[in-house]
């Protein structure tokens, strides 16, 4: 019933930006974070950005000041802006969305994100 799709993704040089989104759908449930993550090749999967009602956002060290997570509620669509892209961002980014329960965690397939040097 839960469906997160994302796109955006692609091939930038180093110092370039793109903008993900994060379509969702079947969501009957109030959204406590939306979210997004990145899995690098041969590392484990990282915390990127959060958003959580009305605006509040936090993201991790590695891209603050250069990444902007927001939402659009009427377009049931969360973004992630990056700006000034570097190599070491090159990964699959995955949408997150959590309910209040446990049990209430969604995520997208990924989308290829490839900062050349």
């Known amino acids: 019933q839960v469906q997160l799709v994302e796109s955006g993704g692609g091939l930038v040089q180093s110092g370039g930006s793109l903008r993900l989104s994060c379509a969702f759908s079947g969501i009957s449930f109030t959204i406590k974070t939306m979210g997004w993550y990145r899995q690098a090749p041969g590392k484990q999967r990282e915390w990127v950005a959060a958003i959580a009602d009305p605006s509040s956002t936090n993201y991790a060290d590695s891209v603050k000041g250069r990444f902007t997570i927001s939402r659009d509620n009427a377009k049931n669509t969360v973004y992630l802006q990056m700006n000034s892209l570097k190599p070491e961002d090159t990964a699959v980014y995955y949408c997150?969305?959590?309910?209040?329960?446990?049990?209430?965690?969604?995520w997208g397939q990924g989308t290829q994100v490839t900062v050349s040097s």
């Open positions: 997150n969305v959590r309910g209040y329960q446990s049990w209430r965690d969604y």
